[in-house]
């Protein structure tokens, strides 16, 4: 009975070491990041070179993968996360309220989940994810909304036909909106026509249409870097640069050409820094991991401004982009 017992033991504590070897050895382990980007367009590709300045850093591994603004693929991404059993999802979210049930898998397998760029909705947002590094989306679109105001009253005599790429399907588009819309308030704005295209290959023929249709159009404001550039090849092309102004939001290489080109037809945009908030999203998911405490739910990056009447701006970003 006696060797019965201190055979036990032995088999006991040879389990206990065991447990403690793989805690360790979890703990040392490579932490894995399962990433989810809306689509492909220079603004995701700059955010992965931040996340991956982190994860090099870290010692992480990044699973970088574009959802294609396909909210099923997204669905088959975070499923596909959960059986690899990554340690942690940093998601930006195809939809408000699509993207809930795949997030909520996640939730379910214990892996945790941080939103970058866009989320679900609230409360649903606070319930499931950790937290939410993006811009300040309202106050960018006021920004904007602010620079298209002066121009209207200052240059046209207070009074303006408006064209407006859009993007929104997503969350963010419609605060930027909704700073859009503050800062237009007190101004005779008349949009003409408005439509949604955030990707330079379908908002092109879109922009050509619009501006066939409108040619007296003043104005042209894009809700984000493709509409953007969108808009500025439509008003190059029909040769309307001077008489056709285009306001964007959001920077990347080609957007900060067409405003350092005098010929160009975009006068100004507020960016988003797509490095800095990928950067911040792998920091936080890193954080996660170790159980550390994430800060505030939401986390702004900073939206600098570029624009034609000081080029110094749109030249410094293309020096280091």
């Given at each position: 009975m006696r060797r019965f017992l201190k055979a036990a033991a032995i088999a006991a504590a040879l389990v206990q070491i065991g447990a403690w070897h793989g805690t360790a050895s979890a703990a040392s382990a490579k932490?894995?990041?399962?990433?989810?980007?809306?689509?492909?367009?220079?603004?995701?590709?700059?955010?992965?070179k931040g996340m991956k300045s982190v994860g090099d850093k870290e010692g992480a591994e990044l699973l970088i993968e574009n959802a294609n603004s396909d909210v099923g693929r997204e669905a088959e991404l975070v499923q596909t996360f959960i059986r690899r059993q990554v340690d942690v999802i940093l998601i930006s979210a195809q939809s408000a309220t699509g993207s809930i049930a795949a997030i909520k898998l996640a939730k379910d397998a214990n892996i945790p989940v941080v939103c970058w760029n866009t989320c679900i909705r609230s409360p649903e947002d606070k319930k499931l994810v950790g937290a939410f590094v993006t811009s300040d989306?309202?106050?960018?679109?006021?920004?904007?909304?602010?620079?298209?105001a002066n121009y209207v009253k200052t240059t046209l005599g207070g009074k303006a036909i408006a064209l407006m790429m859009t993007c929104q399907t997503f969350?963010?588009?419609?605060?930027?909106?909704?700073?859009?819309n503050k800062a237009l308030a007190g101004v005779d704005v008349k949009f003409a026509d408005e439509q949604e295209g955030f990707q330079v290959?379908?908002?092109?023929?879109?922009?050509?249409?619009?501006?066939?249709?409108?040619?007296?159009?003043q104005v042209f404001i894009g809700e984000n870097d493709d509409g953007s550039i969108a808009?500025?090849?439509a008003v190059e092309a029909k040769g309307m640069?001077?008489?056709?102004?285009?306001?964007g939001i959001d920077i990347n290489p080609q957007v900060a050409r067409m405003i350092a080109d005098p010929k160009g037809a975009i006068i100004w945009t507020t960016g988003q820094d797509p490095y800095a908030m990928g950067a911040a999203g792998v920091t936080l998911a890193l954080k996660a991991v170790r159980g550390q405490d994430l800060g505030d739910?939401?986390?702004?990056?900073?939206?600098p401004t570029y624009a034609k009447a000081d080029t110094a701006a749109a030249k410094a970003y293309l020096d280091t982009h």
């Open positions: 932490p894995v990041i399962g990433v989810i980007e809306l689509f492909g367009n220079p603004f995701f590709a700059e955010a992965r989306n309202k106050k960018i679109g006021e920004i904007t909304g602010t620079q298209v969350d963010t588009c419609k605060d930027r909106r909704a700073g859009l290959d379908k908002a092109r023929p879109i922009a050509d249409a619009m501006l066939t249709a409108h040619p007296d159009a808009a500025g090849q640069v001077d008489k056709t102004k285009v306001f739910f939401y986390q702004f990056t900073p939206s």
